[in-house]
């Protein structure tokens, strides 16, 4: 199991990013994907989740700014987000809903939100 996650950068309060993350190892379309993030100091926590037919589910802190798109061909889920906060700045993951708790991890994709 292998998450390449990219697209991340230094963004300044009020832009928009597009970070993507792709997989291997295991049936990706069969499988519910989430989109975590880890700030300095804090836990992991997951902020948006996709079901395998497109139904998203979004973290309160992230709803109507965020968006969780998938592309079951490309192995590929991806995480549009909008409006930036500095709150907003943490390393983001992707895994499979359920491997949260499991041993497999990308690097991660570091989104900074500063002026």
């Known amino acids: 199991v292998q998450f390449v996650e990219s697209g991340g950068g230094l963004v300044q309060p009020g832009g928009s990013l597009n970070i993507s993350c792709v997989a291997s190892?295991?049936?990706?379309?069969?499988?519910?994907m989430v989109w975590l993030r880890q700030a300095p100091g804090k836990e992991r926590q997951g902020i948006a989740s996709i079901m395998t037919m497109g139904t998203s589910f979004y973290s309160p802190s992230v709803k109507g700014r965020f968006t969780i798109s998938r592309d079951n061909a490309k192995n590929t889920v991806y995480l549009h987000m909008t409006a930036l906060k500095p709150e907003d700045t943490a390393k983001y993951y992707c895994n499979y809903v359920g491997g949260e708790s499991g041993d497999f991890w990308g690097q991660g994709t570091q989104v900074t939100v500063s002026s």
């Open positions: 190892g295991f049936a990706f379309g069969s499988k519910s």
